[in-house]
């Protein structure tokens, strides 16, 4: 069973440029979250989406959204790129029987905003 | 608010000895606990769990230690192995009335095995 794909795994975009980073969960799962890893504020949970539906929302700005598909694949965007937002962008999927503990992690995007 | 905290950044062991990663929480509603290990250029995984009505969960050399009334969890490690070098990420869930989760992550411990 293949496991979660994030692509691209390195972006290197400017500052006031927008971005948009994809997850392809575990095939069969339907819920996929996105987390925020830095060095100074650790891991992060940003959003996570349920059947195309947000169902949980961390304290992230509005410049950070997100959206899911009917095959469950989910992305996210991040609009007017802030120095700050230079992070490591992970997405987790799970099947939506089972909690946090059986979620799986992809490899992340690395994101540098310059 | 950093509900969840992990006040070692790093900590260095010998291999064979054992390994103690610490965690504080403050908030007495979670539910859950977990511990997640991370490699470089690799996405977290799942280590352990604990539930807040346990004490201690133990999976082979992994255990996990629960003190509610100090709002404190440790991972021991016994016996450290060099493959154990890790950022070690402490977690944890409150459950709400309708099915919604809140996962808090600590900042993470890196930790080194050396051999």
């Known amino acids: 069973k293949a496991g979660v794909t994030q692509t691209p795994r390195y972006l290197i975009k400017t500052r006031g440029q927008q971005v948009t980073l994809s997850c392809s969960p575990i095939?069969?799962?339907?819920?996929v979250s996105w987390y925020q890893q830095t060095p100074g504020q650790g891991l992060q949970f940003l959003f996570e989406?349920?059947?195309?539906?947000?169902?949980n929302k961390g304290n992230f700005p509005g410049r950070f959204s997100g959206r899911q598909f009917s095959n469950s694949r989910s992305e996210m965007n991040v609009s007017t790129l802030e120095l700050g937002d230079s992070a490591l962008y992970l997405c987790?999927?799970?099947?939506?029987?089972?909690?946090?503990?059986?979620?799986?992690f992809g490899p992340g995007t690395r994101l540098t905003v310059l | 608010d950093q509900q969840v905290k992990q006040n070692s950044p790093s900590l260095s062991v010998q291999e064979g000895r054992i390994s103690i990663l610490n965690c504080d929480y403050t908030n007495s509603m979670f539910d859950y606990f977990l511990w997640y290990k991370k490699y470089p250029a690799e996405g977290p995984t799942f280590l352990i769990s604990?539930?807040?009505?346990?004490d201690k969960n133990e999976d082979g050399r992994f255990t996990v230690f629960l003190n509610k009334s100090a709002k404190h969890l440790s991972l021991h490690i016994v016996p450290s192995q060099p493959g154990d070098s890790a950022v070690y990420f402490c977690a944890a869930i409150r459950f709400f009335q309708g099915g919604s989760e809140k996962l808090v992550f600590g900042k993470g411990t890196k930790l080194t095995v050396n051999p």
């Open positions: 095939s069969g799962h339907r819920s």
């Open positions: 989406y349920f059947s195309e539906t947000q169902r």
């Open positions: 604990i539930s807040s009505i346990k």
């Open positions: 987790a999927s799970r099947s939506h029987l089972s909690s946090y503990n059986e979620q799986f």
